[in-house]
């Protein structure tokens, strides 16, 4: 079985899938360190020295091989989405979760957090929503399921991806 998370920065991909994984005993793979194992360097760093669409090739390469990989859960960056190529590749070869977040969601979460290079800007919200926008269509074309992460606990989502999967036959239902 093979399933990827996509979804905002910040909307639990890594966190959820993790705990997903270890629930169906999978190997969970987190599409970021794996760039940054390729690169030798951080995708801050990366991202700063040789500009965004040189990242997004090196991103592009590496989930075009996680997605050909055996099962497992893989959390996606949130911009893997925006390449045409990664939208078809996750679509095709994994079963697709969407991890659905509002930007202020999203923001209540994260704003303490120093380490996005992507919210460091004077309107953090702002951009999220800026990001939203321009992204929501894509994750939605991209995603198999939609859940809601609104307020629920991580094991509470985890359960509700279950039972999605289990409806829709991708995993069988407990006898």
């Known amino acids: 079985m093979k399933i990827a998370c996509v979804g ?13 994984a270890r629930r169906l005993q999978l190997p969970f793979v987190d599409s970021d360190h794996a760039i940054e194992e390729r690169l030798g360097c951080s995708i801050r760093q990366y991202f700063e020295r040789e500009g965004e669409e040189r990242f997004r090739d090196v991103e592009e ?9 055996p099962g497992g859960v893989l959390s996606t960056g949130g911009g893997a989405v925006l390449r ?19 930007p202020e ?9 120093q380490s996005r290079p992507l ?7 702002a951009r999220l929503r800026d990001l939203y926008q321009a992204r929501d269509p894509l994750y939605r074309e991209t995603a198999h399921f939609v859940i809601e992460t609104g307020r629920p606990s991580v094991a509470t989502l985890v359960n509700m991806i279950i039972m999605q999967l289990e409806l829709a036959g991708v995993i069988p239902a407990p006898p």
């Open 8 to 20: 905002l920065p910040g909307s639990g991909k890594s966190t959820v899938g993790r705990q997903l």
């Open 61 to 69: 390469s590496v989930l075009d091989a996680l997605t050909r990989q």
């Open 84 to 102: 045409q190529a990664n939208r078809e590749h996750l679509h095709a070869r994994e079963q697709v979760i969407y991890l659905h977040s509002s």
């Open 105 to 113: 969601e999203v923001f209540r979460r994260l704003r303490h957090d």
């Open 119 to 125: 919210l460091q800007v004077a309107d953090p919200l």
